[in-house]
Each structure stands twice: as C-alpha cells, then as structure tokens.
C-alpha cells in the first residue's frame, strides 16, 4: 500500500472530526449511565448499585474509547471506524481522503 500524504490543513479537519465522533459515541454511552442514575433516583438500586456501575463504566467503556480516540497516528482508519458507525458522515470528510475511507468503509 502506497504511502497517503495529507496536508497539515486535512489533519487538523481530521483531528476535529474525531472529535466530534469521540463525543458523539461517548455521549450515547453516557446516555446508559444516566438511565442507571434515573433508577437510582427512584430507589430501584442502591448507592452502592450505582457506584459499581459508574466504576464499570469508569473503567470500561470510558476508557477504551480513551484510547481509542487519542492513539495518535491512525486518523484515516478512526476516521473510517467513525463513518462505518454513522458517527459522522462521508461527506464531512476532506475530499483529499474521501476515497480511502470509503474504499475502508466497504469491507
């Protein structure tokens, strides 16, 4: 496989929709938790229910995408990961990498 250059421009565009796909992903996780705290609220679980479940998702689900997110030098295949799960969309992406992602994306 060939070598992609991208331009400093195209990276800090990538950077910036992996972030909006960072966020979006985290907050349907969060959505979860909040789900749990409405439980708690209502006295279906317990203090300690709840705290097991933050530390779970601490240490879970919060944390892998962490790493994710911020394994500096995979842009392109987290870009594609990142259509692939409709976190953001094809056309949001520079033109000058569209065609790689989408050769990715068809698996």
Known sequence: MTELTISKKTRRRLRKLLSKAYTQELSDHLRGLALIFDQWRDNKITC???????????????????????????????????????????????????????QITQW
């Open 48 to 102: 300690w229910e709840l705290s097991d479940h933050i530390h779970q998702f601490h240490n879970g689900i919060s944390r892998e995408l962490y790493n994710i997110y911020n394994n500096s030098g995979h842009d392109i295949i987290l870009i594609s990961r990142a259509v692939a799960q409709k976190l953001i969309q094809l056309d949001e992406v520079p033109s000058e990498v569209r065609d790689m992602i989408s």
